[in-house]
């Protein structure tokens, strides 16, 4: 009995022990950590020196989020920073400041999630972190509505597009538009090949350090707090303005504004905005969208970037090169309006592609000009030194205030000339189709030859826009001589079979006073003499036409027609009987030959082997060296050593249809352009069946001497040569060409 | 039916015959007049209104008149060899021989106290609810506890006070809800399919508990169905639990799973008495783990969301963070600081009236009683009311016949939560829910509207991943309503008195419930074109019970040998249990008030549907028990029992199952009897077998289902199981070894027990097999299954004075439950231990189950290069070419490289790849030791404080709510604990960094592997008994009160809520993981006991 009381005892003094183990344990799992640091609010109570930005908080309504909740990267600045911001300002003090300007400089400063200074530097790409790209992080700042003009000059509520409009998008209900603040680090700095002098041709009062925010300098990295991290900065930083902000408020732009207010601004009323709107303020007014032209490459009041990933604005921006007044005036009307009175004339593609010139979907870094293009695929064409006069980073992008204009491509190549001229707008159309890009490309040379609306007319070529919606199917041809008219892609066809002719790329010929043959787009060639130009059709109707203007562009020479070139729709064999008929013809004992041989059809001049559309030379030896050729057992003799045209056996016929197809080259026009040598495939096959060739020796314009398989040599005779033929060009030469078995 | 019908006949019969016997034994003789007076035996007065009977020799009435005014009465008595009685109120019963005589006068005694209340027992009878067996005399392992030990407790169903306070018996609850069943498992679970809840018999007749397995009623399972609510703890007398197979063996098929005994309170000969019982009791929920606050929580997702990979959460897609005071809607819906808990918690209360009266002559007695009990929940939208009425009525038609009836009606209304604890109840959604969400949501102004904040979708997902718990708790409603009916009907019959009685016995049971539930749109937030949008559902199941029983009881007497005695019995007993239930679902009622299902509404998938079944089981059981002792020295009892059950095919139909045991009074011999202090020393030995039926009916047959689509106008048939022919019985062989002594006058006692149940043709539901057989799986019988242990109760009163005593009551048990055989189709093991939060536990023959396996935590990487792998000699591994190898989780399959803040588990074999190879052994979920001990003062019988302590000792289980509120993996909120998670490089903690969805951290590791020992202060009561001349100038006879705390404090190392855990389940994988959100409620409780 005893031993029980004795356990009892000991019991009682068990429990109380235990008592104490579970309390213990209890409290250390889940008991708040020592070291956890309080929240960002009073940590920056705590330090003591934050007096103002805390009184700001608490103006902003920040202080119940700060004290807590959330998870942030706050950038602090001290109160010796707001002295000096007040006084720069002109501003007694924090009690000078209402709520909402605390709240620029507040939620400016408030970025969402939490990132040490290491951590910076990287971009939160969906895939996960891309180191060493980010310069940017996005805050908690928003504009929201603010009153802004419209278009009819009215003040009305808005709110700025958070999507670059893509013609069908332009707005997301969830998305308030949020700024974004522009930090430099070392090693983001380091991983772009940026030094100081970029930062400092931005900011060029503030030294450079491993961290800078804006033009500030943190001074305190990476201080803990409950939820985020604080870093103290030596400058106020209030909400920088977007780019649309920015244009929009500086007269020195006013010029280039109204392209925007005039040509590429809408506004529609936003249901979700005006209903929240009305809720919070009170007020019943509608709030409208300002939506940019979806034509422009992105939106200037679109803080976000190109929300490809939800957080590509962390590593670019877009940038703006913006002219001033004067030098925006000046291009306008040398450039823009030579051939026009007004802007209200211009086609608006030329709005859209001068804008699209100074926008940039990137980054422009200042050392960076010659290697960052824009919209239109073109570097900054300035001198960072000489033609910057504004230059800025602003919370969506870069701007650069100009005292020049972008020179686009489109306006200052021979494309351009076309463009920019009402005369050509047809033969602009069809330059959009598939030239455009290369006939405006700077680095090339190019010779177009312009055909202005009327001559196109006349040549029966006109646009019916009632008959289809696709641009490219509204063309018509008639032919002026009567015949079936053509329609749809037919008449397109022969259109831009047309407009290559037109096309001279590569060479740029300045004037078309001497004689000259030149290969067109389309592979055919074009002759000229004398300011007359032709090509195969204009021979065969023997119509050439009379050069009437040249102009000079950046990448070549433009001469506009008072006729269309046209091409020639004979088969190519007429052609030969037409030269060769005539006994006198150096062409003749060559075409007795063809006459006669298997391979031609005398009725309608198709030679076995020639396709249509497929490019040719046909090297004809004159009656000498037919001649010679006939002497040496290359072609059949007949009595007497002549030529026998018609020979009867099969081994003759097979000879002449070798020496034949040997004179012709295969897929290919050449013509004494002095453009383009080379070994050339011609239709003859050897007896392996494999195609033979011959070397074409054209370096020198105005001569080509021609190599056959036994290294003799023949030399063409320009006089009787470049004869244009369909999709042809047929020279005479003065010795054949042998081949070997 | 018609066997049915055959027995009652054959009872009717039996009965008509007993009658007619009794009419046989009537002497005929002439009408005698006797005439007499009836006085007071002080006052002498005449007493009016007396009756005054004549009484034959077996005490049965054969004629009766009153006295008149005068106290005078004439009776025209039928035998002159007969007895005359006259009964009053107020006065003791007085009995006069006629012998012949004319007049006969009475004198009677006023007695306030009752009359010779006939005990006719020697002793404390027990037994095992067939046979009444001197306690002394039973050689079966039996606990059994007065109802009168609980009454202090506050309980809607016995069960719940049960707990703890009997060796060998483990209860625990299925959730804190009002009303939620019970697990009940005696001597652990003998079977890997079944629900493993012992059968219960109520005074001598089976009670169903379960509803028929076929029924799948709505959202609610099983532990929905207290069917124990239905008996009111205020009727009950005593409970005994018949633990060893040799004692259930004799209830046969039911029983495998233990029994427990409940008798309910009869009447007494004697004035009426009435006695007022009352509790009040309130309920504290105790601090739940803390967790986060809004604040704190906004600062967890989107640092936990960016460390996956470094993508931030978007602030247009996720405003839920964006804290934005310019945007009202979202910033004051989202900008909260919520306590879903508290906003889902409230004070319990309760209160429990019960008034019965009892009392009864020497032929009638009565006991007749009705509760009314009313209960709400500590979680919002919980709570029970019941109203209980019981009738018992013994009639003693003679000292040869009996008549015992009773009839009980219960009629419970249930009210619990729309979703049960298996669906993640709302207390584990409120732990998750995001805190900084409102409970109520506010306008775009920012204003708080009335209407709850369920929004269509958020952060966190949408229904049922996640939801509004204060709506669901408050608009949803899941009410379960029962009337449960149970008349029952005793006849005893002493064919020879003293030697020869039977009994015969019909119990009806009508058990009708009815679930409806409603699902409103406002709890779901969900679009009205889904169909978790405002579902109804109602569900109504109908049981009809028929019990019968027949006993004969066949005591002959050794006259010339009294030192020999024997018992022989013969009992036959048949089951039938019809059930019908229906169910209609439908969704998309018009609004969120129409929660009809008969409304307009739509069945459009497959869970809304009309369902209705029918089932009938039945079962026939016959028994035979001899039992004999000499000089209640050497005691041995046999029993037979033949079973029928219509689950089973032809071939198995019938199973017969034999048990044996015997006792050896040692005290009783010579060589002991020299010890003072030895009251009862006796050794018991069993061994019995017992049969378990399959829980589904008609497996077989080879039934044909029809799917749920049709073509031109056809279903298609496919058979839908197996036809399973050869199922045979499971059968426990139960093997137990006891010893009983009592010391000290009684003063300490102490029963020990040694077992060991071995269940053989195991059954196992749905076993998968090889689908070229046509099904995937199939009802197997399918091995051997071992429980055994030990169990030691002792009950003593240290220290006994005049005026005092102390009292000290014990019990400590173990059980294990080894697997000895298993079908090769049985898998053997499970866990991926390459998926978060799993461990390895394999089937291991001949080992105890609960074993589990994971990796070993060690920490957190505080920096890169902490996680630079290294070899056994603490050295860096480094590549071919010199380069730094960083640690790997499962090369090369997963082969995610470990990162500065992430969890380090122990490279057990040093290769730098933390996969299955660094798996070791993490502990076992079955306590060691469990029981519970109550020490109690007693004063002068005045003052009665009685405690109750509850433990379990040595064992390990899974802190499944320290993972889910510490493993940062999903957009749940977390606990407090989290506020020391690593966050920098450099930090030293024991909690890794946030990552959703993503990283290794909460693999299965011993970092939530606790010891949860515990020493819980389950209750301590103070009860005065007021003194009796105090209560006597009451005029009342019995008043007490007393005050109950219940769970007042656990003494454990745990650091969950509540360390009381229990592998659920019967799968022998199955180990212990809490996930127990709230520790039981803190509980206080006023009674009182008033007796006129």
């Known amino acids: 009995m005893r031993n029980l009381s004795y356990r009892s005892v000991l019991l009682t003094s068990l429990i109380v022990l235990a008592f104490g183990c579970k309390k213990k344990a209890w409290d250390e799992y889940y008991g708040r950590p020592d070291d956890l640091e309080p929240p960002i609010y009073q940590v920056l109570e705590k330090k003591g020196n934050f007096k103002s930005l805390l009184a700001a908080i608490d103006k902003a309504g920040y202080k119940r989020t700060l004290s807590g909740a959330g998870y942030w990267t706050f950038f602090a600045p001290t109160d010796s920073a707001f002295d000096v911001y007040f006084k720069a300002s002109n501003i007694s003090g924090i009690t000078a400041l209402d709520s909402v300007a605390c709240r620029k400089i507040v939620t400016y400063c408030l970025v969402y999630n939490a990132f040490k200074k290491e951590r910076m530097g990287d971009y939160q790409a ?198 001033n007044n004067a030098s925006f005036t000046a291009y306008l009307n040398s450039v823009l309006l030579e051939n026009y009175t007004s802007i209200d004339e211009l086609p608006i593609g030329v709005v859209y592609d001068f804008v699209n010139a100074h926008m940039w979907l990137n980054a422009v870094w200042p050392s960076k000009f010659a290697t960052t293009f824009n919209v239109l695929g073109e570097e900054a064409r300035f001198d ?141 060639f074009v002759r000229y003499e004398n300011n007359k130009v032709w090509a195969a059709g204009n021979l065969d109707s023997l119509r050439p036409v009379d050069k009437l203007v040249t102009k000079t562009a950046k ?55 020639i396709a249509a559309g497929t490019p040719y030379t046909i090297f004809i030896p004159d009656n000498a060296a037919i001649q010679k050729a006939v002497t040496e057992g290359m072609l059949p003799a007949g009595a007497g050593g002549v030529p026998n045209f018609n020979p009867a056996s099969l081994a003759d016929k097979e000879l002449v249809n070798s020496f034949i197809y040997y004179h012709i080259l295969n897929k290919k026009s050449v013509a004494t352009d002095g453009q383009e040598s080379g070994s050339f495939e011609t239709l003859f096959r050897d007896g392996a069946g494999d195609p033979t060739s011959i070397f074409v020796d054209n370096s020198l314009a105005n001569a080509m001497v021609l190599t056959d398989m036994n290294n003799r040599k023949a030399n063409i005779i320009l006089a009787q040569s470049n004869y244009l033929s369909n999709r042809c060009v047929i020279h005479l030469i003065d010795n054949y060409l042998k081949y070997t078995e | 039916m018609l066997n049915f019908i055959k027995k009652i006949a054959c009872i009717y019969a039996l009965i008509g015959l007993s009658a007619a016997v009794a009419v046989a034994q009537q002497p005929s003789a002439e009408g005698t007049l006797v005439k007499g007076k009836v006085l007071d035996s002080k006052s002498r007065e005449a007493l009016i209104g007396v009756s005054v009977a004549e009484v034959d020799a077996d005490g049965r009435i054969v004629k009766g008149t009153a006295t008149d005014v005068e106290g005078n009465f004439i009776l025209k008595v039928t035998n002159t060899k007969n007895k005359l009685t006259a009964s009053y109120i107020g006065y003791r019963t007085n009995s006069q021989p006629i012998a012949g005589k004319t007049t006969v006068n009475f004198m009677m005694v006023s007695g306030t106290t009752d009359l010779s209340e006939v005990n006719i027992v020697g002793g404390r009878m027990t037994g095992n609810g067939l046979l009444p067996i001197k306690e002394r005399n039973s050689t079966l392992s039996i606990s059994k506890i007065n109802a009168k030990e609980l009454e202090e407790m506050q309980a809607a169903s016995i069960d719940q006070a049960l707990q703890g306070r009997l ?50 009623f709505g959202a609610a399972d099983e532990q929905g169905y207290a069917q124990l609510l239905n008996i009111s703890p205020a009727d009950i007398n005593t409970i005994s639990v018949l633990k060893d197979a040799a004692a259930t063996a004799a209830w046969g098929s039911r029983a495998a799973n233990g029994v427990l005994l409940i008798t309910t309170k ?100 009565y006991f007749a009683s009705t509760g009314f009990f009313d209960q709400k929940g500590t979680t919002i939208g919980t709570g029970l009311k019941r109203l209980n009425t019981r009738i018992n009525l013994d009639y003693y038609i003679s000292e040869k016949i009996r008549i015992f009836t009773s009839i009980a009606y219960t009629h419970t209304d249930q009210q619990r939560s729309y979703l049960s604890s298996k669906d993640g109840a709302i207390r584990g959604m409120a732990y998750i829910k995001m805190p900084n969400m409102s409970v109520f949501e506010f306008d775009e102004y920012g204003n708080l509207t009335p209407n709850y904040f369920s929004p269509v979708s958020n952060v966190q997902g949408t229904y049922s991943r996640i939801y509004n718990p204060v709506a669901m ?63 109804a559902y109602e569900g109504d199941i109908d049981i009809f019970n028929i019990n019968t029983k027949f006993d004969l009881v066949f005591t002959p007497q050794f006259k010339k040998a009294p030192d020999h005695h024997l018992i022989t019995f013969l009992s036959i007993m048949g089951a039938d249990a019809k059930s019908v239930g229906q169910e209609l679902m439908t969704s998309n009622t018009a609004s969120s008030l129409i929660t009809d299902p008969s409304a307009p509404s739509r069945t459009q998938n497959e869970e809304l549907a009309v369902v209705s079944g029918v089932s009938q089981t039945r079962s026939v059981g016959a028994v035979v028990t001899a039992q004999y002792d000499w000089k209640e020295k050497y005691i041995v ?373 606790e010891n949860a020992s515990f020493l819980r202060f389950r209750t301590i009561t103070a009860r005065w008994t007021f003194d009796k001349k105090f209560i006597a100038r009451l005029k009342m006879k019995t008043l007490s009160a007393y005050m109950t705390a219940e769970n007042l404090y656990t003494f454990t190392k745990y650091t969950g809520q509540d360390p009381e855990v229990t592998a659920t389940g019967s799968d022998p994988f199955r180990i212990a993981y809490d996930y127990s959100m709230t520790p039981p409620a803190k509980t206080f409780t006023i009674g009182l006991v008033a007796g006129f």
């Open chain 2, 266 to 365: 009869r009447g007494n000969v004697g004035k009426p008495s009435i006695t007022y019982t009352f509790k009040g009791s309130q309920s504290y929920l105790p601090d739940a783990i803390p967790l986060l606050n809004g604040d704190q929580y906004s600062t967890l997702i989107p640092e936990a969301y960016m460390n996956r990979t470094g993508l931030p959460l978007s602030t247009t897609a996720t405003r839920e963070f964006n804290y934005d005071p310019n945007d009202p809607y979202w910033y004051y819906n989202y900008s909260n600081n919520t306590n879903w808990i508290d906003a889902i918690s409230r004070t319990g209360y309760l209160q429990d009236h019960n008034i019965s009266m009892s009392g009864g002559g020497e032929k009638a007695r």
């Open chain 2, 637 to 1009: 009892n046999a029993t037979l029992r033949g079973d029928g059950n219509s689950r089973f095919g032809p071939n198995y139909r019938y199973g017969l199952f034999p048990s044996f045991s015997a006792k050896w009074r040692a005290s009783s011999e010579t060589f002991l009897s020299g010890i003072k202090n030895l009251d009862d020393l006796a050794f018991r030995a069993s061994y019995g077998q017992a049969g378990e039926a399959p829980r589904y009916d008609y497996t077989f047959y080879n039934r044909y289902s029809t799917y749920a689509w049709s073509y031109l106008g056809e279903s298609g048939v496919y058979p839908a199981n197996m036809e399973l022919k050869n199922l045979r019985w499971q059968t426990i062989h139960g093997s137990n070894v006891g010893v009983n002594m009592s010391m000290f006058n009684g003063r300490f006692r102490m029963d020990a027990d040694i077992y060991r149940n071995r269940t053989k043709d195991l059954y196992f539901d749905n076993l998968q097999i090889g689908s070229y057989n046509g099904y995937t799986g199939t009802n197997m019988n399918v091995g051997t299954l071992d429980n055994q242990g030990w169990e030691i109760a002792v009950w003593t009163t240290p220290i006994k004075r005049k005026d005092w005593s102390i009292g000290f009551d014990f019990n400590i048990s173990r059980n294990e439950n080894i697997i000895r055989e298993i079908s090769e189709f049985y898998p053997s093991s499970k866990g991926d231990v390459t998926a978060q939060g799993e461990y390895m536990r394999l089937l291991q023959i001949d080992n105890p189950f609960g074993s589990f396996y994971g990796y070993r935590y060690k920490g957190v990487y505080t920096d890169k290069d902490a996680t630079r792998a290294k070899g056994a000699s603490g050295k860096p591994i480094e590549g071919p070419n010199g380069q730094q190898i960083y640690m790997r989780f499962n090369y090369p399959t997963i082969d995610y490289t470990f990162q500065p803040g992430d969890a380090i588990y122990e490279d057990i074999n040093h290769d730098g790849n933390i996969n299955y190879m660094d798996v070791v052994y993490l502990g076992n979920s079955n306590p060691k030791l469990s029981g519970g001990f109550g020490p109690s003062f007693n004063w002068k019988d005045k003052l009665r404080v009685s405690t109750f302590f509850n433990f379990r000792l040595k064992y390990d289980i899974i802190n499944g709510t320290k993972m889910n509120t510490s493993n940062m993996f999903y957009f749940d909120n977390q606990s407090t604990a989290v506020l020391r998670r690593w966050r920098k490089e450099g930090d030293v903690t024991d909690i890794p960094r946030a990552v959703i969805a993503g990283g290794y951290n909460w693999l299965g590791s011993d970092r939530y592997v």
């Open chain 2, 167 to 216: 060796s060998g018996v483990d209860i625990t609850a299925s959730s804190g809800d009002p009303g939620a069943a019970m697990n009940i498992r005696i001597r652990g679970v003998s079977s890997i399919s079944s629900t493993g809840n012992p059968m219960i018999v109520v005074d001598g007749m089976p009670f169903e508990t379960e509803i028929p397995g076929d029924f799948n």
């Open chain 1, 126 to 323: 969906n895939t996960g972190w891309v180191p060493n790209t980010a310069f940017r992080r996005r805050t908690a700042y928003y504009n929201g509505v603010y009153d802004g003009v419209n278009t009819q000059g009215q003040t009305v509520k808005m709110i700025a597009s958070n999507r670059n409009n893509n013609g069908t998008t332009f707005y997301v209900d969830a998305d308030n538009n949020n700024k974004y603040i522009p930090y430099f680090v070392d090693n983001f700095l380091a991983g772009k090949a940026l030094t100081a002098a970029d930062y400092n041709y931005f900011y060029p009062n503030t030294a450079l350090t491993s961290f800078n925010v804006v033009d500030a300098v943190v001074t305190e990295k990476d201080v803990p707090a409950e939820n985020g991290v604080v870093h103290v900065v030596n400058k106020v930083i209030t909400a920088l303005p977007g780019l649309d902000e920015y244009i929009g408020t500086n007269p020195n732009y006013s010029e280039f504004k109204k392209l925007f207010d005039k040509y590429l601004l809408t506004y529609a009323i936003n249901a979700t905005a005006t209903n929240n709107y009305r809720i919070v303020s009170g007020n019943a007014a509608d709030v409208y969208t300002k939506i940019y032209s979806n034509a422009l490459g992105f939106s200037p009041n679109n803080e976000n970037f190109l929300k490809l990933t939800d957080n590509d604005g962390q590593q670019n921006s877009y940038s703006m090169f913006v002219p």
């Open chain 2, 473 to 535: 708790a408050t608009q949803a409603k899941y009410d379960i309503g029962g009337d449960r009916v149970v008349p029952r009907f005793q006849l005893n019959y002493d064919i020879v008195k003293d030697i020869l009685k039977t009994t015969l016995d019909v119990q009806f049971d009508i058990n009708n419930t009815k679930n409806s539930s409603f699902l409103p749109q406002i709890a779901t937030g969900r679009p009205n074109t889904e169909t978790v949008v405002n579902r």
């Open chain 1, 555 to 609: 990448n070549g020479t433009t001469h506009s027609l008072s006729g269309v070139l046209n091409f020639s729709e004979t088969f190519i064999g007429k052609h030969i009987e037409k030269i060769g008929s005539p006994t006198t013809s150096a062409y003749n004992y060559f075409w007795q030959y063809l006459r006669n041989s298997s391979i031609f059809t005398a009725a309608t001049g198709d030679i076995l082997n």
């Open chain 1, 384 to 524: 960072p030194g000489v033609d910057v006069v504004d230059r800025k980073i602003l919370s969506n992008g870069m701007f650069y205030g100009t005292s020049k204009v972008q020179e686009a491509n489109v306006f200052s190549s021979v494309y351009g000339k076309a463009y920019l001229d009402p005369q050509f707008s047809m033969m602009t159309g069809l330059l959009n189709q598939e030239l455009k890009f290369q006939i405006s490309n700077i680095r090339q040379k190019y010779t177009v030859l312009l055909i202005n609306n009327a001559t196109l007319n006349a040549a029966g070529f006109f646009a019916d826009p009632s008959v289809d919606n696709n641009p490219a199917y509204q063309w018509r041809y008639v032919p002026p001589g009567g015949g079936s008219v053509l329609t749809s892609s037919s008449a397109l066809v022969r259109l831009l079979r047309v407009l290559n002719l037109h096309v001279i790329p590569g060479v740029d010929v300045k004037d078309l006073s001497g004689s000259g043959v030149a290969l067109t787009y389309g592979g055919e």
